[in-house]
């Protein structure tokens, strides 16, 4: 079988069922269908509780689309997570591009992060959205560099931050790449670095982000960023099979231990729905 990083940790977020390529998901409060491209079977559970959820997301087009909501469903809502290390609180709200502010398959990422870093150890999160990973690495004690093109995205991190009781992450506007590539130059090493690079991008100086074309280069600036004993967390939704990301990191790490697959989340109705491809990359020390 595959290697499958699942998140076991969640209490208010639960994918209910998939299927017909769709999921249907509790954020706490409020119940969701969302389309998904690799829900391919029959969904398994009660077809009344899909019936039952308080907002649908209708695409309009390749990217975008319109939330159908039943009267009364608030837009923006809080998310807490709790675990034995971590308990965090996110704003969440409806966009226009299906996405709530959050990934619930990453809370498998910030537990390990949580039990791979220690209070100062330095850590940079890239194309780092509403930070997940830079809260739980916060939470923990470790010096937190957040970096994203998108100053909106990096406000929604600092509101999070704020809501999870923590403070001190530097942030960053900027190209990853970029970043990545100056980090380098002066000689700057990290003990842990999460990378979630998308298909495409813009950085706030309008810099192109194209995965095919940059990837080998942002991988070679990373590797040269991990400190001795050090780590890096990599995943990709844009459908790079994991033994490809293995492969490109065991290139620019040879000395790295490296596990790779997929990042899922489990159904309550049984299955496993994967979301992207991942790879966990430890440096000797
Ligand atoms: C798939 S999301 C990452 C999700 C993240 N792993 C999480 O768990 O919250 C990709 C992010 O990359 C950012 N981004 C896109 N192009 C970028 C670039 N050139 N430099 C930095 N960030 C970029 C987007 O603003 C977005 O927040």
Redesign the pocket.
């Known amino acids: 079988m595959t290697t499958r990083f699942l998140p076991t940790e969640w209490r208010d977020y639960a994918l209910l069922d998939s299927g017909h390529g769709k999921r249907l998901e509790r954020f706490g409060e409020l119940t969701l269908v969302r389309p998904d491209p690799f829900a391919l079977w029959k969904p398994s559970g009660d077809p009344r509780a899909w019936a039952r959820a308080d907002a649908t997301f209708e695409p309009t087009g390749r990217t975008q689309g319109k939330w159908r909501s039943a009267p009364g469903t608030p837009n923006r809502w809080p998310l807490r997570y709790r675990s034995e290390a971590l308990d965090l609180t996110f704003g969440l709200e409806m966009t226009k591009f299906k996405h709530v502010g959050?990934?619930p398959e990453?809370a498998d990422n910030w537990e390990f992060l949580a039990a791979n870093l220690k209070p100062g150890d330095k850590f940079l999160n890239?194309?780092?959205?509403?930070?997940?990973?830079s809260l739980a690495a916060r939470q923990v004690g470790a010096d937190v560099i957040h970096?994203?093109?998108?100053r909106q995205?990096v406000d929604w991190t600092r509101t999070n931050m704020e809501r999870s009781g923590l403070d001190g992450i530097r942030w960053v506007v900027?190209?990853?790449?970029k970043f990545a590539r100056r980090e380098a130059k002066r000689g700057n090493t990290y003990q842990g670095i999460v990378l979630?690079?998308?298909t495409w991008?813009?950085?706030p100086k309008g810099?192109k982000?194209k995965l095919e074309d940059q990837l080998i280069d942002l991988i070679d600036v990373v590797a040269s960023l991990v400190a001795p004993g050090g780590f890096v967390v990599m995943?990709t939704?844009s459908g790079i099979p994991p033994s490809a990301l293995e492969t490109m990191w065991s290139l620019a790490l040879p000395d790295a231990a490296i596990e790779a697959g997929e990042l899922c989340l489990r159904a309550q109705a049984g299955h496993d729905l994967s979301t992207g491809s991942m790879v966990r990359v430890t440096r000797n020390a």
Do not use: K, R
Not at 126 to 133: K, N
Not at 147 to 150: K, V
Not at 174 to 177: G, N, R, T, V, Y
């Open positions: 959050l990934f990453q890239l194309f780092a959205y509403t930070g997940g990973a970096c994203d093109a998108i995205v900027e190209d990853a790449l979630d690079p998308p991008g813009l950085g810099e982000w995943n939704y």
